[in-house]
């Protein structure tokens, strides 16, 4: 008896994206045994015992031949249970139990139980769009993550139960329901997000919060405890715009990978890590890469509240991917890619004793330390330093409401339209993202808006860097003020919410 | 200029032998006034241990030669009691120096029994406030050709200095280390500027590093080299009332600056005030109380009035008042955005800049306040 040769697709997740690797099962005839080469980890090479047990108690024959199965590209290392379904597959089709037509164009991914029902695995939509990329038209996978894979395009997805639906499945004697969870727009989340109406004063960190918002600048709320500043930040998400479908995906690509995803996300998301975290678990890492704080807050709002008592090395790692958007790790032989564009929120007290303004008792040396924490690696990124003033009892009792998040958002959402329309010249989705020759060119220099910013300049006040942050910060308050040029007082404004790194407190 | 016989630099160079066992004689009462007053073998024997046989050793070995090379390749002059060059001002210390090592302008040593010289000291965790006053009266001074000396610490010290170089006025810096030893290591560049323009003063020989008891040590100097004592700011515990204390046993005058009654950081120069010392607000009132009222004058310092409009006048009155932004906007009736955005125009004209990372204050150049300010 020849042997049979059955190849089946399925898919490894690395990093937030899934790498395509075929289950190739070799049948023959010899001594029963059965062999899984190709790089497997110790989870991989239990799904023998899966396997054969899930298929005997299917009512499934397990062929007593010589297996020997190959996970392909050998290289790439294969962890967890999430190929035994594929290898199950193999098996079938390399004993004849299921038609290997019916394995064209067919990618399968699930954890088997003994019983051989189907276990969801991580990253069903990362799955998704490999197929999609890969040309493949038909995932199988568990009942449970089949919405979520639906979320690709153009990719018939099947939820089976168990193996014998699978069998009759392939033998086209049974089609699943289609998942329920089809493709559909982000739903307005306004409602169920706190609301700025609930924030009384602070009109200066408000006005920031919302430039911070329009343009996706990042910023440094400063201000005492207790005046709200984790508050504000909470509020952010609230007057984003919603996220865009292909944001929605890749906001979700990232939660389906640390396994949170249920359905497209409609919300951004709002990450605050503790000031303990390591660098590793601020930008990812480990033996297994996983992805930290700052993709899981992919397309969303990152805050570091207490920013001067996290650790200095978990902030200079946060500036690679501040500036590129993304994070590289490199571990072993294996080198991922983790998206994390976000916007930095970060808040922290005006000086140790938290008092601040008139009241601080705090010497020059005392704060001059404290600063020095607090200017070193990010100061750079930050876009924008707002002021929290202490609520004095009296607004807080006050009834009147400040301006409520939807409100925010429509000019919010104004304002983004804006640059989106420019993004054509511009190359920026953003202005944040405005390189710096699109930014010079956006306010001509020699016009009377830029006339503050030379007289900064020739006093010193301003570096080079500096400049193209405010540049870019008065394009976004022009835009908000539906100014289709930058003028002179949206410049100001701009050099007014300028974060300083504090050099010495020169006495000349 | 310079000069020092062989006895007293060798003198010179013993205290810097014994430096560090010094420093474990200084909880005794009376350290080390007293072991300073002791002759060369008469110290050796106090300090005793290991100390004595080392000292004696040095005592019979020492070559001038030698050291007077090692001074002059350390840029360090040596100047001792018995030189014309060496302040008569140190001989009312009952331990005055024997030597003095130099770096700088010789001069501004010499010149200090005709010319009056004011110690400018205070702490070294300054209030902005300190600071600002500090560098206003040693720049003051030196307008009015007054030298300024201090001890080259952080704070209120450096700004001193620093107040006095701007205008090129003269200024002496009393090290506790070695005068080629900067110290604090960040005031380096201080260090080489007044060791330039202006002269440090230790009692140590080069290469010492400064030890605990060296600092009441050079304070005693700071406060006897000068015919006025100025306290910035110091707490109950300051380093610096031990200077005030000296220059009143000395007979000098004592000043101080108010300083706010509701915090610590004035707590000791706030007590000085009410001990008697005199109240000192600017440089005037320093010229004042050594020449007598109106006797000289700090030269005005010439600054162009810029023009200001009434709003902004406000919103520098705010600033002054040290607000925040949501205040401030309230105070000149704007909203935040516009608040923020005339701030930004104030600072590119210099009339306010950053105070650290966030938060604002006056420059010299913005105008004095006219109308009282908001009160909060």
């Not at chain 1, 969801?120 to 999609?132: E, F, M, N, S, T």
């Not at chain 2, 955005?337 to 913005?366: H, I, K, N, P, Y």
Request: aromatic share 4%; proline share 7%.
């Amino acid at each position: 008896m020849p042997s049979v040769l059955a190849s089946v697709p399925t898919f490894a997740i690395e990093g937030v994206d899934a790498r395509e690797v075929t289950v190739e099962v070799d049948a023959r005839r010899g001594l029963p045994a059965f062999t899984v080469v190709g790089l497997p980890d110790a989870a991989v090479r239990e799904a023998r015992e899966r396997v054969r047990s899930a298929l005997l108690n299917s009512e499934l024959e397990f062929p007593l031949q010589r297996l020997t199965v190959n996970l392909a590209p050998a290289w790439v290392r294969k962890a967890g249970a999430s190929f035994d379904l594929a290898i199950a597959v193999g098996v079938l089709a390399a004993s004849g139990q299921v038609p290997a037509s019916a394995l064209d164009g067919c990618a399968v991914s699930g954890e088997l139980s003994l019983g051989g029902s189907l276990r969801p695995v991580r990253g069903a939509l990362p799955i998704a769009l490999g197929c999609r990329a890969a040309g493949i038209r038909r995932l199988v996978l568990a009942p449970e993550i089949a919405p979520e894979a639906s979320l690709a395009d153009d990719l018939e997805v099947c939820a089976v139960p168990d193996l014998r639906r699978l069998v009759e499945l392939l033998h086209d004697r049974w089609a699943p329901e289609p998942p329920a969870a089809r493709r559909r727009a982000p739903a307005q989340p306004a409602d169920q997000l706190p609301d700025l109406a609930d924030v009384r004063g602070q009109s200066d960190a408000r006005r920031a919060l919302e430039i911070a918002a329009a343009g996706g600048h990042s910023l440094l709320m400063v201000g005492p405890p207790g005046a709200g500043k984790t508050m504000l930040a909470r509020r952010l998400a609230g007057i984003l715009p919603p996220p865009t479908i292909e944001e929605a995906l890749d906001i979700t690509r990232v939660q389906s990978v640390t396994g949170g995803a249920d359905g497209l996300a409609s919300e951004r998301p709002f990450r605050a890590p503790h000031h303990t975290i390591s660098a590793q678990g601020l930008v990812g890492g480990g033996t297994r890469p996983r992805p930290g704080e700052v993709t899981l807050a992919h397309r969303g709002v990152l805050f570091l509240d207490e920013l001067a008592e996290f650790a200095r090395p978990a902030l200079e790692a946060l500036r690679q991917p501040l500036e590129r958007g993304s994070v590289d790790i490199v571990r072993g032989q294996v080198a991922l890619r983790f998206p994390a564009r976000v916007l930095l929120v970060a808040a922290a007290n005006p000086c140790p004793c938290g008092v601040g303004g008139q009241r601080c008792e705090c010497g020059v040396l005392t704060r001059e330390r404290y600063r020095a924490r607090l200017s070193g690696p990010l100061i750079d990124r930050i876009d924008l330093v707002c002021q929290l003033a202490p609520v004095p009892a009296l607004a807080l009792a006050s009834d009147a409401a400040g301006e409520s998040s939807t409100t925010v958002r429509t000019r919010v959402v104004a304002a983004r339209e804006r640059q989106a329309a420019r993004s054509d010249a511009t190359g920026a989705a953003s202005n944040a993202e405005l390189a710096s020759g699109a930014t010079r060119s956006l306010v001509p220099l020699d016009g009377p808006a830029a006339r503050p910013l030379a007289a900064a300049l020739d006093a010193g006040v301003l570096t080079g860097r500096g400049h193209d942050r405010v540049l870019r910060v008065a394009r976004t308050i022009a835009d908000l003020a539906g100014a289709e040029q930058v003028g002179r007082d949206h410049v100001a404004e701009a050099l007014g919410y300028r974060a300083v790194a504090p050099g010495r407190t020169a006495a000349a | 200029m310079s000069g020092a016989c062989d006895a007293c630099l060798r003198r010179g160079y013993l205290i810097g032998l014994l430096s560090a066992r010094i420093a474990g004689l200084t909880g005794r009462p009376g350290a080390p006034s007293e072991l300073f007053a002791l002759e060369d073998g008469a110290l050796c024997e106090a300090v005793g241990g290991a100390g004595r046989q080392e000292g004696l050793a040095f005592l019979g070995r020492f070559e001038p030669r030698r050291a007077r090379a090692d001074l002059r390749h350390a840029g360090v002059a040596a100047i001792c009691r018995h030189h014309e060059g060496y302040p008569k001002a140190l001989e009312d210390l009952s331990d005055q120096p024997a030597v003095l090592f130099c770096r700088g302008r010789l001069e501004l040593l010499a010149s200090i029994d005709d010319q009056p010289a004011v110690t400018v000291v205070g702490t070294r965790d300054a209030t902005p406030y300190a600071i600002d006053v500090a560098h206003d009266i040693g720049r003051g001074l030196g307008v009015a050709g007054i030298t300024t000396i201090s001890g080259m610490a952080l704070g209120v010290d450096g700004a001193a200095h620093r107040g006095a170089l701007g205008v090129r006025g003269a200024t002496i810096a009393v090290l506790g280390g070695g005068p080629d030893v900067p110290y604090p290591r960040s005031h380096r560049d201080l260090h080489r500027q007044i060791g330039e323009s202006g002269l440090i003063v230790a009692e140590l020989p080069p290469g010492q590093r400064p030890y605990r008891w060296s600092f009441p040590a050079r304070n005693r100097l700071m406060a006897a080299l000068a015919r006025m004592t100025v306290v910035v700011e110091a707490g109950e515990a300051s380093g610096t009332l031990i200077t005030a204390d000296f220059a009143q046993a000395l007979g000098r005058t004592l000043g101080a600056v108010p300083g706010r009654v509701s915090t610590g950081a004035a707590r000791g120069s706030n007590r000085l005030l009410r001990e008697g010392a005199a109240v000192v607000r600017d440089a005037s009132d320093v010229l004042d109380e050594l020449f007598g009222a109106g006797a000289a004058t700090s030269l005005p310092i010439e600054i162009a009035e810029p023009e200001i409009d009434p709003l902004e006048r406000r919103l520098l009155d705010a600033v002054e008042s040290n607000l925040d932004i949501e205040a401030m906007s309230t105070f000149a009736g704007l909203p935040v955005s516009e608040t923020r955005a005339a701030l930004g125009q104030l600072e590119t004209r210099g009339l306010v800049c950053r105070d650290g990372l966030f938060g604002w204050r006056r420059t010299r150049r913005s105008p004095g306040r006219e109308v009282s300010g908001p009160r909060a």
